[in-house]
């Protein structure tokens, strides 16, 4: 299981790459992993959204599950990732390289809740699996 | 009978189970709640309860005694007998949703080929394995195209030529949904509001539009340039179609449809007083993922050979949960399966043979009932086996005179549409033969001078 | 070999069925409106006939075997059923008709609705909905309707313990309600004190499924009843497992305010592969005037010599109309004559003998397989598919061997409140013999389990096709068959 040490982690599994204001997210190994072979991706938001921390970011489906990506912060979306809609094989290949979207942070003390890199290991592996 | 165990038995397996009575098995039901006495009447044999519900279908009279030139959503056609021989076969009748396609090929194949069947005819790229009827696909579309928009979109345009009982079915289905708003066939509207004016109803708001075609007063009509305004306003539309008319008529997929709903019952399914009967639910590739209701897709096993599923399931109740869009868990299989018989044994020449029948028949009708001093037809525009007659005197007068004579007549339209008293809705189909329909006149015109 | 679909059966210029030439003048056809091709297929009447008889061989089904499937009451589906559905007088007349043709129609319709209310205890019945989910969601839409009526704005939430079927919660989030699960206790039951938390007058109900999904009675149905009812709720009652309740008791009685039928499960109806089914709704006498419609009503009392007039009538402030025209008819034939050949004393033999065989499979089971909440069950019971001794294998790889034993599988993977469930339900309908064999059956794919897992892991040998892509079908998402003129 990769958790590269320099991003964030929420209790739902997206990842969160810090750089200034600017926060790239997407899910994380352990979500591609659980979800297994991913069928579909699908956005729930549009570009230059503003957005709630929890609220509904994307899709992703496999064939035994759903889950919906959540905002691990507040902001504005500021870009898409188009290329996962089609792509989205590569969520299950290089999860942290496959980014879905990019949100301009409101508050950045939003991140004071999300976990680091040992934090996050710890918690999966309290889970199982 | 359905109840195998014999004394012997029953004591056998209580003793395995450990508890010394029937009665001990239900400790857990609240004691004064345990073993009502139940008021039913006592139990039949199968040869007493076969004669008495022979003696309750006798009571009716059926559309195989009546000549039926009522319609108006569900109609009198010939079903030939291998459909139902194929739906009557356990191994179909008494199987569960395919959950073990290892052990449901039969059922899966069945599904494909009608998913298949139902696409090509509507000239759309998929089709669902159906929902309940036509009235609740309707509703389904609706829904669809309320979560394709995220909510954002809310306003739905409904032509009032759609049938009433579908728009009924939407509104109900649509009242959870806070801040939607429905236009088009407000009480008041014209009930033959063009569908140039129904245009102008379709702003940025709208996410659907849905028309009939042939609509509920059985005319037909080119849809491509209202498909297109519909589209520039980025709304989805939806035509609910006849699967017999459109075994002669340009499809909704020609005039650029994103959504096609209807009423399977057409295609080999008893009238049997309103069901079961078949939804028909066909979209654009696009949308199939926004679709609810079962889908079966083509895979393979290890060794390679071609297999069905059902697929997408993740979108559905079981796994989203409160997510999920809908929460259907079935189709209507055993009609689809009929429907699909039907289709696979009329064919491509013989459904084009009955749509022609309705169509020369019904315009035969038509004619002849417009010479009739004091009926006028209502119908100028082309129209399919339908067709709407204006009458002398309330249609239910009409109609218990033509009943005297053996004939059920048309529908009623003023039941649903206020304007639309003496209007009666006239439906023929290839079970009408020449003479029916010289009666119908003639009875039709002996009530004018009575 | 698989079976070729119907469009590669197809050869062009073959008929299956005949139709009269037209016996009236021909009119002309619609100018710009005709389509150019008409792409079905073109086969024989036994070819169609074949090749749907080979489909059909390919499947499992009552008839045929064993079909433990818990939650669904894969019951026996009495042949009378089909052949009083078919009787010219009901399969011939069109929903339309006006009702003085179709007394024998509506007076079916009333008994029913009537037996339907003695069985369950409820007020009233509508007979519309058509299917179990689609009579839940008819029952949350009553409830709503309700709470509208009452001007309740502020309950905005629905209770759903964690043992409930699946479709609870996508019901409820469809009429907007606000999704909040409810855990259960060691014994299967509703955690009281978790439930107590949650009542308050936000609350517009609770949706119960009793006999649980577990195949367990919950033990404080009347504390959970009173709670819910003591903050203003309303209780829906999942009917998807009144087999077991069947001359027991009445859920009526015991205060569910609103609960849907499945004709299709407990009435003996044919599931089809998957429908119709048929879901009629029955309500609480507070709640009669929200139920959709048109219902069957007797619009003049009858006098000894003369039957009643019925005729259909819609509730004072229903809800309106969930489908067209007035529910499954056909449906709604098979379960009267079902019904009809039971009796009162008939029907409490159901649930007996239902109770009886899922004890006796769980007694007989219980020391091989691990069942978490062990005790008296009801119509069916869940287990777990699971040995800590033999990793590697699952309630799936079970269930897939019992294919090679030629039962059909039971429900596996739900409830999710149990790992690795197995739930199975083997009805009233079936005798010992079949029920030991299936036992035995279990009983030695646990040992293979142990010994042999790759026999579990293969399965199914013997059925016409393996284990499926299932990755390949939702990426590929071929839907449709290929067909020659699209090409």
Redesign the interface.
Known sequence: MKIPGDLKYSKTDEWVKVDGKAATIGITDYAQSQLS?I??F?F?VDNGETVKKGGTAATV??????A?VNFPVSGKVVELNESVVDAFEGINSAPYENWFLKVEMSDLGDLNSLMDAAEYEKYCAERGH | MFIPHTDSEREEMLKEIGVSSMAELFNAVPKNFRFPKLNLPPALSEMEVLAELTELASVNESTRELICFLGAGAYNHYIPAAVDAVISRGEFLTAYTPYQPEVSQGTLQAVFEYQSLIALLTGMEVSNASHYDGATAAAEAAVLAYHHFRGKRARIVLSPAVNPQYRAVLRTYMSGYTGLEIVGDEAGSSPFLSVDDLAKLVDMNTSLVMVQYPDFFGRIQDLTAFAQKVHEAGALLAVAINPTALAMLKTPGEFGADIVVGEGQPLGIPLSYGGPYLGLFAAKKELVRKMAGRLVGETQDEKGQRGYVLTLTAREQHIRREKATSNICTNQGLMALASAVYLSLLGKHGLRKVAELCYHKAHYAAEKIGKIPGYELQTSTPFFHEFVVKTPAPVADINLHLLDHGILGGYDLGKDYPGLDNHMLIAVTEMNTREDIDVLCEVLEEFNHG | MAEPTVYELSSAGRIGVRFPEPDVPLAKLPAGLERETLPLPELSELDVVRHFTHLSQLNYSIDGGFYPLGSCTMKYNPKINEETARLPGFAFTHPLQPAETVQGNLALMYELQEYLKEISGFAAVSLQPAAGAHGEFTGVMIIKAYHDAMGHTNRTKMLIPDSAHGTNPATSAMRGFEVVGVPSDSRGNVDLTALKALCDDTVAGLMLTNPNTLGLFEEHVVEVLDLIHGCGGLVYGDGANLNALLGIARPGDIGFDVMHFNLHKTFSTPHGGGGPGSGPVGVAAHLVDFLPGPNAAIVEEGTDEEAPLFDLAMPAKSIGRVKSFHGHFGMLVRAFTYISMYGADGMRKIAEHAVLNANYLLAKLRNTYHVPHDRICMHEFVMEGVFEDAPGVHALDIAKRLMDYKFHPPTNYFPLIVHEALMIEPTETENKQTLDAFADALIKIAAEAHTQPELLHEAPHITPIGRLDEVKAAKDLVLCCWYPDQN
């Open positions: 072979d069928v579909y699908e729930k489906e496999s064939v035994k599950a759903a919906d």
